[in-house]
């Protein structure tokens, strides 16, 4: 059985932790992301950075049979305004649509929450992933370079109204 769940709990958070880690391993690899240079990247979370999370976001995992296999973060930035964040799939369960089901479930929740856009931040040399996001309505919105990064993060946007 396949369900989407807020995240509540230590239990919970342990594994999304597991999960997120996990899930950007591979793109740490791709991009040679390492402590050194880059601390701050996903598959480097520790809980005490998800507990941070928490306080200004909602937090859902995507579980199959009761086993966590994703992950995604809602903040609300303003009132029309949500950020997707951190959205993770277990390397084994890609490609069969558990990362579509998870954008399509913050999609409809921030509907619900009378929102009228999502966006989110992804490494731009990513062009896989950037096509993945297009083909499911984003738009770029622009390109950054932070001092901290050593990548571009790309920034995206999809409009909710009709």
Request: net charge negative; aromatic share 10%.
């Amino acid at each position: 059985m396949e369900e989407i769940r807020e995240i509540k709990g230590e239990p919970d958070l342990k594994s999304s932790v597991e999960v997120i880690r996990d899930s950007f391993r591979t793109v740490a690899a791709e991009f040679k992301l390492t402590q050194d240079n880059c601390p701050t990247h996903p598959s480097l979370i520790t809980l005490d950075k998800l507990l941070e999370l928490e306080k200004k976001a909602r937090l859902f995992g995507l579980f199959l049979a009761n086993v966590q296999v994703g992950f995604v973060a809602i903040e609300k930035a303003d009132d029309t305004l949500y950020y997707m964040d951190k959205l993770a799939v277990l390397p084994e369960y890609r490609h069969k649509g558990c990362g579509r089901k998870l954008v399509e479930f913050v999609l409809d929740d921030v509907k619900e929450h009378k929102g009228e856009r999502v966006a989110l931040g992804m490494i731009d040399e990513s062009a896989v992933l950037k096509n993945w996001y297009q083909q499911l309505g984003f738009k770029e919105t622009g390109t950054k370079n932070f001092e901290h990064l050593p990548f571009t993060v790309c920034f995206m946007e999809k409009s909710l109204l009709p």
